[in-house]
């Protein structure tokens, strides 16, 4: 267990890191729009699409490195007060809506992927990027989460249990 356990929290560490990568280029991108539209007088059409695309995937894929770092926006000022035993608890509870919630997300960028590719969806811009790959990569982001939330729901039912922490 502990190696499965250690080898999802790899993959989400590994997962969001590479995807932040993606941070430095949407503000390259944006600062050569930035001197191109208004020193050169030159706009570009790829700059706007490629830095939604950018943001929307640092958001998505990095979300279960945001989990396994426990940086989600919590209601601190209740939690906070809670013993590490009860938050595990409350944790434990609360995983039933996170996994019906990330389960139905799981549905639809499913749905939403599959079309998008079978048609090799674009964004009919003058540009005209592919969404297809935007749209898929939805998909394993919210799969990401959802198994860094079961690793997480282990370890927390562990130390509901024994009172110690299940460790990778």
Known sequence: MKRILMVIDIVSS???????VLCAFMVFAILCEIVLRYVVNIPTQW????????????????????LLMGQHVKV???YDKLSDRA????????????????IAML???GMYARDSIA???RTG??????????KAAFMVGVGLLFVQGVAKFIRDLYFAFYGKRLES
């Open 14 to 20: 590994w997962s969001g890191k590479a995807t932040s």
């Open 76 to 78: 601190d000022f209740l």
């Open 107 to 109: 549905w639809a960028t």
């Open 119 to 121: 048609v090799m969806e």
């Open 125 to 134: 811009s003058a540009w005209n990027p592919p969404v297809y790959p935007i």
């Open 47 to 66: 700059v706007t699409e490629s830095a939604v695309f950018c943001g929307a995937l640092v958001y998505v894929i990095a979300g279960a490195w945001t």
């Open 87 to 102: 938050k595990a608890v409350l944790d434990v509870f609360t995983f039933i809506f996170f996994a019906i919630y990330l």
